[in-house]
Structures are given as C-alpha cells and as structure tokens.
C-alpha cells in the first residue's frame, strides 16, 4: 500500500514538473514579446486536452536552436483514393506537410487536409477549411493508448484466474489485488440493482468498463498527457454500448411500461409513451456527458491553477498554486475511481430495469 501511494504521489509530481517546464519553454520560444502570458497558457490547455497523431512525452530546445520531441511517431492511416498508410513523423508535430506518393498532407487544427507542396489550406467565410479531408482511420495517441488499456485489462484478469486454477482458496498475485474490487462490483452494484438471478450475463461488462474507465482516468493524471475520457467520441461509445445492451436485453415488461404502461388512463398513455421512449435514449445521454464533463473540467481545472503560478511570478503567489493544485490532483485521483464507479453503477441500474419481472395487479 504504501509502495502504491508513493507510486501516485512521484506520478502527480512528474506531472507538475512537465507542466510547469513545457508551459514556460512554450512561452518564452513561441511567444511575440509582449504577448499575454494568459492567452499562452490557454492555448497550451487547450493543445493538451486535444488528441495527436505522435506520442509526444516533452519537448526542449537544444544548443543549436532546434526544436527537439521526445516521444514515438504513430501510424497514420488515410483512405484518399486509396489507402495512404505512412508515419506521423512526416508531420514533424504539424510543423511540415507530408508526401505520400505524389499526395500532399498537412495537420491542421488537428485534422489531416489534402494540400499542396506548400501546405496552403483555403478558408471560407467562416474560417472553415476547404481544403478535401480524407478518411482518417490513424492511430492516434488516444487510440493506442486504449489498446494498451485493453491489453493490460486481459493480462491482468488472464493472471487473475490463473491463479485461481492453481490455488482455489486463496489467490495469489495479480488476484489478491483484483478480487476485492470485483467482489464489490458483484456484491454491492451488480446483485442489489440487477438481480441475483440475471446478474452474471452483465457481470463481463461492468468489470470492463468499471476497470477501463478507472486505469484510463489515472493515466490522465500522469505526464503521458493521455487524455481519453475527456474525448466525447470514447463516452459516447461506453453510453452507446449500455444502450444497446439494455435495449436488446430488455424483456418484455420493459417495453410494455415504456409504450402502454398498466394502471394508466389511455389517454395519458399516448402523451407518456413518447415521453418514456425519450428517456431510454436521454438516459446513456447523460452518462456520456456527466464522465466527459468531469475528467474535462478536472484537468481544466488542474493546469489552470498550475498556470498561475507562470502568472503570480512570485514567491508567495507560486508556491500557493503548487499546493493548491497538488491538493486537487490529489482529489483527482478520488474523482478517478468514483466517475468509473458512477458510470458502473447507473449502467447497472438501467440493465436492472431492463430485466426486471413487474407483479401488475
């Protein structure tokens, strides 16, 4: 245990300082004197929060006046006529356009536009590209980081029940760790909101996504920059999957309260089904935009006040900032666990009352 907090607590430390040092090489190599350091730190949350197509851990200024990133190119993937497979290095960062077999590509606002030799990118009236976007299928930061999530998911439960088959009391390892949680995703969310008779069908589910979510979240808060349930597309999808789960699993009870509910004058039927048809769709709404929502305004949060201190620029004022944004890393890592948790929880309860037997009289 104490290994594991000192673990979070060296995380939460690099992630300060790679703040601290890129926000301030940001601001004095990049910066037009006299530019507002505000809008500087602006701009550097808001690149942080976005996607890339490298996995960029820092950058620094060598002797020699270039600028040096340290991190690993990933795969880009384009269908523009064909399949245009080639490495995100030919974009240096968005610094330079890519060729790729007589084609022109450039990052731009980052989103790949089809360009010229000169990456010209045209815009509208409303500061809109024109320029032709091809198919994106590339692997970008978020997506491999969600890969090696999945990997080190099934590795993780591969140990545990391992474990179990070489020692049935008493597991050993990865399983000493795991079997607490899994018992309390069982015992008091799985079993108390869905049943103890349909329970096990959704059990695969809740300890995913509980798990995902969960290691996703506590990556955010490392200097990786990982930022994945703070792209609406991810919790989109994690919604997607509870509805159609709890649409095509539902019996027919279900159905039955939501278009003809018993007990209910016919007249008032016809005006509250629509309603409650609404409320099978709002409801995985709300579970998209409550994590997104969260884990967004919690980094937000952390690098503004973080930021503060490039603001305050004085030994009363900086080291306020440093304490006041540890404090709230700290409570980030609470909010980590509890957003997985909520979001296993309410999908729990929508499968419930998707199975769930009604005595009508």
Request: proline residues 4%; glycine residues 6%; without cysteine.
């Amino acid at each position: 245990m104490y290994r594991h907090q000192l673990l979070k607590t060296f995380s939460l430390f690099l992630l300060f300082v790679t703040f601290s040092v890129t926000a301030q090489e940001h601001a004095e190599e990049h910066s037009p004197e006299g530019r507002d350091i505000k809008t500087e730190i602006k701009e550097y949350i808001s690149h942080h929060l976005l996607d890339s197509y490298d996995f960029s851990l820092f950058s620094y200024t060598n002797d020699a006046g270039e600028h040096i990133y340290v991190g690993a190119p990933l795969p880009v993937i384009l269908w523009d006529g064909g399949l245009q497979v080639f490495s995100s290095s030919k974009f240096h960062h968005g610094e330079t356009v890519a060729e790729v077999d007589g084609n022109y590509y450039k990052v731009f606002h980052n989103k790949i536009y089809k360009t010229d030799a000169e990456g010209t990118i045209t815009l509208d009236d409303h500061h809109h590209p024109t320029n032709t976007k091809p198919l994106d299928f590339s692997i970008t930061k978020n997506v491999a980081v969600i890969f090696l999530v999945g990997l080190f998911m099934f590795f993780m439960f591969s140990r545990m029940a391992k474990s179990y088959k070489t020692n049935n009391l008493m597991p050993k390892g990865m399983g000493r760790l795991l079997e607490p949680i899994i018992m309390y995703i069982r015992d008091d969310i799985a079993i108390p909101n869905i049943g103890e008779k349909k329970y096990k069908k959704y059990m695969s589910y809740l300890l995913t996504v509980f798990f995902f979510v969960w290691i996703i979240n506590l990556l955010g808060l490392t200097p990786l920059g990982v930022n994945v349930t703070n792209n609406i597309a991810v919790t989109l999808a994690l919604a997607l999957i509870t509805y159609l789960l709890t649409t095509f699993t539902a019996n027919k009870n279900y159905w039955k309260h939501i278009f003809w509910m018993p007990g209910v004058p016919v007249p008032m039927k016809f005006i509250l089904a629509p309603i409650e048809l609404l409320g099978t769709i709002i409801k995985p709404f709300s579970l998209m935009i409550r994590l997104y929502a969260n884990i967004t305004a919690g980094h937000i949060v952390l690098m503004s006040i973080i930021g503060l201190m490039f603001i305050f620029k004085s030994w009363i004022g900086s080291p306020l900032s440093f304490g006041l944004a540890f404090a709230l890393a700290l409570l980030e890592l609470l909010v980590a666990a509890l957003q997985a948790y909520i979001f296993t929880m309410l999908s729990a309860l929508y499968f419930g009352m998707a199975v769930e037997e009604h005595d009508d009289h």
